[in-house]
């Protein structure tokens, strides 16, 4: 595996590649790199010439400098895990090399997909991940990129930018990832106490019960139940929990459309956020 720190270096290389009109296909990631991501970079490899992951942990995305500080750093295993998977290039930039001496997100209007859920709770977040992405695809020139459904409105926020800005790319949605217990994989795992990490599985537990009483209640009603059964939780406490509809993001009342839907939920594993989400069977 080729291991770049440079862009310019970086961007030399793959200029070469895409004059012998060769397919990129591109995973990018905060490290601290787990199976989803592995998931990535193999169907990464699976569909294109060339496999390029990159690790930066965008400090522009982040609302609380705590949460910065303390994200998971292991740079050897990545490493290790990315060689074992036979990924082509690493691209691994400091913050100075990507943001020079201005450490600022563009604003971006992402037909308000941006004020929901994440966006409501994370100030600024996904103005930071716009702009680390949008870099990202400027250096890299992928064919594909990959980005995991555990962050579905990321997913759903970087595809309108693709069609706002019309970048050359296709962006691909690939599963959640679980743990044999059901939490769904992140980085953030790793930072769970043991007491915690037992708890955490109560999560998806809870989105595949809520996800069965649809068949015969409201989405408000299963919204109530899913706010009772947390508030009881002695190690997890609800942020939130939603049902919307996956185009729009926005939250619904009642089932009464036939759009597709989603719930969504955040939760705090004592000072660790985790997400998750769970798609709804459509009722029509
Ligand atoms: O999902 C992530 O790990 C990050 O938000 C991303 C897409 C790598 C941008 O920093």
Same mark, same amino acid.
Request: proline residues 3%.
């Given at each position: 595996?080729?291991?770049?720190?440079?862009?310019?270096?970086?961007?030399?290389?793959?200029?070469?590649?895409?004059?012998?009109?060769?397919?990129?296909?591109?995973?990018?990631?905060?490290?601290?790199?787990?199976?989803?991501?592995?998931?990535?970079?193999?169907?990464?490899?699976?569909?294109?010439?060339?496999?390029?992951?990159?690790?930066?942990?965008?400090?522009?995305?982040?609302?609380?400098?705590?949460?910065?500080?303390?994200?998971?750093?292991?740079?050897?295993?990545?490493?290790?895990?990315?060689?074992?998977?036979?990924?082509?290039?690493?691209?691994?930039?400091?913050?100075?090399?990507?943001?020079?001496?201005?450490?600022?997100?563009?604003?971006?209007?992402?037909?308000?997909?941006?004020?929901?859920?994440?966006?409501?709770?994370?100030?600024?977040?996904?103005?930071?991940?716009?702009?680390?992405?949008?870099?990202?695809?400027?250096?890299?020139?992928?064919?594909?990129?990959?980005?995991?459904?555990?962050?579905?409105?990321?997913?759903?926020?970087?595809?309108?930018?693709?069609?706002?800005?019309?970048?050359?790319?296709?962006?691909?949605?690939?599963?959640?990832?679980?743990?044999?217990?059901?939490?769904?994989?992140?980085?953030?795992?790793?930072?769970?106490? &043991? *007491?915690?990490? !037992?708890? #955490?599985?109560? @999560?998806? $537990?809870?989105?595949? +019960?809520?996800?069965? &009483? *649809?068949?015969? !209640?409201? #989405?408000?009603? @299963?919204? $109530?139940?899913?706010? +009772?059964?947390?508030? &009881?939780?002695?190690?997890?406490?609800?942020?939130?929990?939603?049902?919307?509809?996956? +185009?729009?993001?926005?939250?619904?009342?009642?089932?009464?459309?036939?759009?597709?839907?989603?719930?969504?939920?955040?939760?705090?594993?004592?000072?660790?956020?985790?997400?998750?989400?769970?798609?709804?069977?459509?009722?029509?």
């Amino acid at each position: 595996m080729k291991i770049f720190k440079s862009k310019s270096d970086l961007k030399k290389f793959l200029s070469e590649i895409k004059s012998k009109n060769k397919s990129i296909g591109f995973v990018p990631t905060m490290g601290a790199l787990h199976k989803g991501h592995i998931s990535l970079v193999n169907e990464a490899k699976d569909k294109n010439d060339i496999t390029v992951v990159s690790i930066f942990v965008n400090p522009t995305q982040f609302d609380k400098k705590e949460d910065l500080e303390k994200y998971p750093q292991t740079l050897d295993n990545d490493i290790e895990l990315l060689e074992e998977a036979e990924c082509d290039v690493l691209f691994v930039p400091s913050v100075d090399e990507i943001y020079s001496d201005d450490i600022s997100s563009e604003r971006f209007d992402f037909d308000g997909l941006e004020h929901q859920m994440e966006g409501e709770f994370r100030e600024g977040h996904f103005d930071g991940v716009g702009t680390i992405v949008k870099l990202l695809f400027e250096i890299i020139t992928p064919t594909i990129a990959y980005f995991g459904k555990k962050d579905f409105q990321q997913l759903q926020i970087i595809k309108k930018m693709v069609e706002k800005f019309e970048l050359p790319v296709k962006i691909k949605g690939m599963p959640i990832f679980r743990e044999d217990d059901g939490l769904a994989m992140s980085s953030r795992n790793a930072r769970l106490t &043991k *007491a915690h990490r !037992k708890a #955490a599985p109560f @999560i998806f $537990k809870t989105l595949k +019960k809520a996800r069965k &009483k *649809a068949n015969k !209640k409201e #989405a408000n009603e @299963i919204v $109530k139940w899913v706010e +009772k059964q947390f508030a &009881k939780h002695e190690f997890l406490e609800l942020e939130y929990f939603i049902i919307a509809d996956e +185009k729009t993001l926005r939250s619904i009342e009642n089932f009464n459309s036939r759009d597709k839907f989603r719930a969504f939920i955040a939760v705090f594993a004592d000072k660790i956020r985790l997400i998750d989400n769970i798609a709804f069977k459509n009722k029509f």
